[in-house]
C-alpha cells in the first residue's frame, strides 16, 4: 500500500525513479531494517513496480518481504543488474552514502539527481492509527522506565553512569534507546545536547533528562527534570516560565504554522526577558526517526495537519549555572493532544 502511494505521487511529480537505502524510508516502505554497509542494499521504486538491489547474503532475508530481490555476489557489478534507463529523473533517500549516489549518478547519468525527501516526507509526515498507537505504546514503556529509574538516582553518581541505569531500564524492558540518552546537571545543563560527563550530581541541582525508546520501529522523546531534595527558588522560577511556555505550545490547533505554534511558546518567554535563552526550536516531528517533519521553528512555514506528531520542548539555559527543558509529544486531533501521561513536575528524589 505504502509502496503504491509512493508511486502514485512519483507519476504525479514526474520521477522516474526513486532508490532508497538501508534507512528509516526503507523501514517505511517495507518493514525491513538494516544498517548501511560497504555493499550497496537497495530499494528501487519505479515503472510500477518496486524490487531489492542486495548482495547475496540478504537474499534469504529479503525473500519473505513480497519484493523480487535482485542478487549480486562479491567481485561483481551491482549495478549491471538493474535496468534504469539512462536520463531518468531519479529521487535518492536523503541518508544515502554519498558513495553510492556518486556510482548512481556515474552509471545512470541521469538528466535530473533529486533527494527523495520531498517525496518521502509526504507520505511519512501524517501517522495512521497503527503507528500512533505504536508510538504511544513505545511511550508508556518510556515512562515506566524512567519511573523505575527514579528509584536508581542518588548523591555523587556520575551524569554517565545515571545515563547507563536508564537505558538498563530500557533493555530489561525489551527495548533500546531511540538516542543516547542525556543526563545533566547543575551548569552541564544549561547545554542542550550535551550527553553526560563524569560530573556527580548534587543536592539540589537541576537534573535534565532526555530520554527515548525505538518500539516496533517507531521512536519517542520525552524531557523531565529531577531534583534531589529541593531545587532552588530560582530553579522553580524558571521551572514554572518552562511549564507555561510548554503548556501553551500544546494548546496549538490544526491548520497553524510550525512558527505559529513555536511563537505561543517563545513568547512567554520573551516577555519574561528570558528570550536570549530560548536556544533552540520549539519541537520537532517524530515516527520512525527521532527528528523528521514537520519542524516547530521560528521559520517555518509548514501547515500542521491532523495526524501529525511533534514534539513540544520549549527550555531556558542559563550559562554556568543550569538549564530547564521540559518535553512532551503530541498528535494533531483538531487540536493538539498529549501522547505523554507523565506527570510534568519536578520530580524530587
Sequence with gaps: MRVKALLSLME???????????????????????????RPLLLIVGKGEAFFLASKIYEEQLSSLGFPVFSYNDGEDPYSKLKIEKGSSIAVDDQLWSKFTVEIANTFLPRKLLSSSFLM??????????????????????????????????????????????????YLRGVEPSFR?????????S????????????????????????????STD????????????????????????????EEAIEGMK??????????????NGLGSRFIHRTGHGIGIDVHENPYISQDSEEIIKRGMTFTVEPGIYLQGKFGVRIEDMVIMEGKARKMNTLEKDIFIV
Aim: proline letters at 3%.
Design 121 to 170: 516526507s509526504t507520505l511519512r509526515v501524517r501517522k495512521d492509527e497503527n503507528e500512533v498507537s505504536i508510538m504511544k505504546e513505545g511511550l508508556r514503556i518510556a515512562e515506566d522506565s524512567f519511573l523505575s529509574f527514579l528509584n536508581r538516582v542518588e548523591e555523587e553518581a556520575e551524569e554517565c553512569m545515571l545515563a547507563k541505569r536508564l537505558e538498563e531500564e530500557f
Design 258 to 271: 510550525g512558527k505559529e505554534i513555536d511563537n505561543l511558546a517563545r513568547s512567554i518567554i520573551e516577555r
Design 181 to 189: 540518552s542525556i543526563v545533566t546537571s547543575g551548569p552541564n545543563a
Design 222 to 249: 520525552t524531557t523531565r527534570v529531577i531534583s534531589i531534595g529541593n531545587p532552588s527558588q530560582e530553579v522553580k522560577m524558571v521551572y514554572s516560565l518552562v511549564l507555561e511556555a510548554q503548556e501553551k505550545a
Design 12 to 38: 504525479e511529480k514526474g520521477i522516474d525513479y526513486v532508490i532508497i537505502g538501508p534507512t528509516s524510508n526503507m523501514f517505511y516502505l517495507t518493514g525491513f531494517s538494516e544498517e548501511q554497509m560497504e
Design 191 to 218: 547545554m542542550p545536547h550535551l550527553r553526560c560527563t563524569q560530573r556527580k550530581v548534587k543536592r539540589g541541582d537541576a537534573i535534565v533528562v532526555d530520554f527515548g525508546v525505538k518500539y516496533r520501529g517507531y
